[in-house]
T-cell receptor
Framework: NAGVTQTPKFQVLKTGQSMTLQCAQD?????MSWYRQDPGMGLRLIHY???????DQGEVPNGYNVSRSTTEDFPLRLLSAAPSQTSVYFC???????????????FGPGTRLTVT | LAKTTQPISMDSYEGQEVNITCSHN???????ITWYQQFPSQGPRFIIQ???TKVTNEVASLFIPADRKSSTLSLPRVSLSDTAVYYC???????????????FGTGTRLKVLA
């Protein structure tokens, strides 16, 4: 299994540009999520999904859109990039507590985004 | 949501046992305690999860007193490769919304010295 994969690894955008960060998992996990991590800070939840076709907002959803058309993929779209969105973005996936007895999340390697 | 408080940083020497304590005074009845480890330039990695008393796996032990207002992650005989940030999270993992109400604080930066 490749686990959770994210592309690209690095990206530089100009203010106002849009782009999509890709996330895929091959573990058949129901739950997927996107976090951002600013320098020296913990992770903050942007959006999450509990299954194909179902998404919900996290702590910091403004400026981001998500959709989940398949179990495997959960792309994150930046609508109009701003310097405040400069961060490292992590995608994660997990099974439900009912299936495993924990809600251990598996994280991808991250995408480092700089908005100038 | 239960807020957690951890030391910002800790230093230890190789071969020592390291204990990182997390305070969560307003933990709810259905909340579980979870610890993650994060190396530089990597995503967090699940270490251990528990509800009460003691949980042990091949990596660490988690001690939770009866009042559950704190928990201690114990790393036996640390090595240089254990240098990382350790996050304590508290939340109700059994519900769909609870699973994603976990809050990653700033964590504890552990530095293991030779």
């Amino acid at each position: 299994n490749a686990g959770v994969t994210q592309t690209p690894k690095f990206q530089v955008l100009k203010t106002g540009q849009s782009m999509t960060l890709q996330c895929a998992q091959d573990m058949n996990h129901e739950y997927m999520s996107w976090y951002r991590q600013d320098p020296g800070m913990g992770l903050r939840l942007i959006h999450y999904s509990v299954g194909a076709g179902i998404t919900d907002q996290g702590e910091v959803p403004n400026g981001y859109n998500v959709s989940r058309s398949t179990t495997e993929d959960f792309p994150l779209r930046l609508l109009s990039a701003a310097p405040s969105q400069t961060s490292v973005y992590f995608c994660a996936s997990s099974l439900s507590y009912l299936q495993t007895g924990t809600n251990e999340q598996y994280f991808g390697p991250g995408t480092r985004l700089t908005v100038t | 949501l239960a807020k957690t408080t951890q030391p910002i940083s800790m230093d230890s020497y190789e071969g020592q046992e390291v204990n990182i304590t997390c305070s969560h005074n307003n933990i709810a009845t259905n909340d579980y305690i979870t610890w993650y480890q994060q190396f530089p330039s990597q995503g967090p990695r699940f270490i251990i999860q528990g509800y009460k008393t003691k949980v042990t796996n091949e990596v660490a032990s988690l001690f939770i007193p009866a009042d559950r207002k704190s928990s201690t992650l114990s790393l036996p005989r640390v090595s240089l490769s254990d240098t990382a940030v350790y996050y304590c999270l508290v939340g109700d993992m059994r519900s769909l919304s609870g699973t994603y109400k976990y809050i990653f604080g700033t964590g504890t930066r552990l530095k293991v010295l030779a």
